[in-house]
């Protein structure tokens, strides 16, 4: 059997490697706000799930305007970050589009109060064993979904969003819906 032996100049030279290669890909993720997947054939889930305020709904219950889903938890830094700026976003377009916030993987309890303290107002559901986001094929925390009236997924995109980019996103919706 043969070893490897690796010198304290090499390791040094591996780390230095990887941390480069790291650092690029914060920096690519920060430039470009986190990453977008236009996946308009892509269908949403028909599974039902439960609504914070009660009672248990699906997807296509929110057809006939623009829906907006945000996957979010309260384990999540990013995901906290955008929360107000969603609310002040469903505040802003109020009835023109439906913002759906579901708690993804979380504890009931943290997601209703963190949902309390930053007062949210916008419809909240639950999928607490992720099951819903995983269907949807999706891998970052926080991701929103933009879904046009008539149910077709317009765009998924992974990562943290500010309010200037959700309402850039919400308008296009709008308009194209």
């Known amino acids: 059997m043969s070893t490897l032996t690796v010198t304290k100049r090499q390791r040094h030279g591996i780390v230095a490697s990887a941390l480069a290669l790291l650092a690029t890909v914060v ?72 913002i759906l916030g579901m708690a993804n993987a ?10 309390n303290e930053v007062g949210l107002t916008y419809t909240l559901g639950d999928d607490p064993a992720g099951e819903l986001f995983r269907s949807l094929d999706l891998f970052a925390m926080p991701s929103t979904i933009f879904v046009s009236a008539d149910g077709q997924i317009q765009e998924v995109f992974g990562g943290q969003l500010n309010e200037s980019a959700l309402v850039d996103r919400i308008s296009n919706l709008i308009e194209t819906s």
């Open 27 to 98: 920096i690519s993720i920060s430039a470009f706000g986190g990453s977008s997947l236009i996946s308009s054939d892509s269908d949403l889930p028909t599974a039902s799930f439960e609504l914070f305020n009660g009672g248990d709904t699906a997807f296509a219950d929110f057809a006939g305007k623009p829906l907006v889903i945000n996957f979010w938890a309260s384990w999540c830094p990013a995901c906290v970050g955008e929360l107000p700026d969603i609310q002040a976003v469903h505040e802003q377009f109020g009835d023109d589009v439906t």
């Open 106 to 115: 979380d504890q009931r309890d943290a997601a209703l109060t963190l949902a």
